[in-house]
């Protein structure tokens, strides 16, 4: 059974990571979710201070709060004329740094688990469970991340002309009437709810993984975003299946192993696409310059 609730809890956590990761890559910004799982930091340390308590459901909380701080940081400075990757790089590692210094100041004596939040260990997922009035209603981790997933799969299904037009064109969905901070905002909110809400089951390196492989190597694959989105929660799926059983062969990390399997499809797909991949371009390439020599008249 715990073999079920892992696999199914890391797949899960990659259709989440990749419905909200597809727009990410569209927008090119990729990264905001390690910005994200960097500069929560000093949200888990306040968290702590205000609550008295290690519960790492206020831990979360507290996260989430500083997940969006951070969104709106980066939006701030970017339309303040900072580009985007400098405005990600100055937000997260300045808000990382206001961490380290409140963990040295006022928690060098207190056990915070901080591994608990930010560098979680899916094979724990079976035993953390909740109960209701005494009934065992499984893992807390899928109830978060399955929350997470159905939040994004409501809203984005809702909006999604909204954020499709706003992810190709801001230009003309503001000349339409689409209130684009608006729904670059709600877009931010997701990743962010989604990045925290995955921290305990694959901690946050991986979930940046899950944020970015799987919908790259969807881009890669097709020019269409439905078919997009669908690839890459298939991709997130499959990578959840392999890396597990990969894992169980080595004897291995089982979220490490679920992020090689994406590396490697992504590798495949980098090679092979037969839109985008250098094999084909290199073919097409050869075959077009043998035309162009065939046609041309001799001398």
């Not at 008295?52 to 940081?73: E, H, I, K, P, Y």
């Not at 790089?89 to 915070?112: K, M, P």
């Not at 392999?242 to 990390?253: E, F, I, K």
């Not at 980098?270 to 084909?280: A, D």
């Amino acid at each position: 059974m715990s073999t079920f609730w892992i696999i199914f809890t890391g797949a899960l956590v990659a259709g989440a990571c990749s419905l909200v990761g597809c727009f990410l890559v569209l927008r090119k910004m990729a990264m905001i979710g390690d910005a994200i799982s960097h500069s929560v930091l000093p949200g888990i340390v306040i968290a702590f201070l205000i609550s008295g308590t290690r519960d790492s459901l206020a831990m979360l909380l507290g996260a989430a709060v500083l997940g969006l701080v951070t969104v709106f940081l980066i939006q701030m400075f970017h339309q303040s004329g900072v580009q985007s990757d400098a405005s990600i790089g100055v937000v997260f590692t300045a808000l990382f740094a206001v961490g380290i210094v409140l963990v040295s100041l006022y928690t060098r004596n207190i056990d915070l688990d901080l591994d608990c939040v930010l560098y979680g260990e899916i094979a724990y997922v079976p035993w953390n469970t909740i109960e209701i009035a005494g009934i065992d209603i499984g893992p807390k981790a899928v109830w978060g991340v399955g929350l997470a997933l159905l939040l994004s799969a409501i809203l984005i299904t809702a909006f999604y002309k909204q954020f499709k037009l706003c992810s190709f064109d801001p230009a003309m969905a503001a000349a339409v009437g689409i209130p684009v901070a608006f729904f670059h905002y709600l877009l931010m909110g997701l990743v962010s709810v989604t990045t925290v809400a995955s921290f305990e089951s694959v901690g946050a390196i991986l979930v940046v993984g899950m944020l970015v492989v799987p919908p790259a190597t969807a881009y890669l694959l097709t020019d269409k975003l439905g078919r997009m989105i669908t690839y890459s929660l298939l991709i997130g799926c499959f990578c959840s299946i392999a890396g597990y059983y990969t894992a169980h062969l080595l004897d291995a990390s089982i979220a490490g192993c679920m992020i090689s399997v994406a590396g490697v499809l992504f590798v495949i797909a980098l090679l092979f696409s037969p839109t985008h991949g250098v094999v084909f371009r290199k073919l097409k390439q050869r075959r077009m310059t043998r035309d162009h020599a065939a046609s041309s008249p001799a001398v």
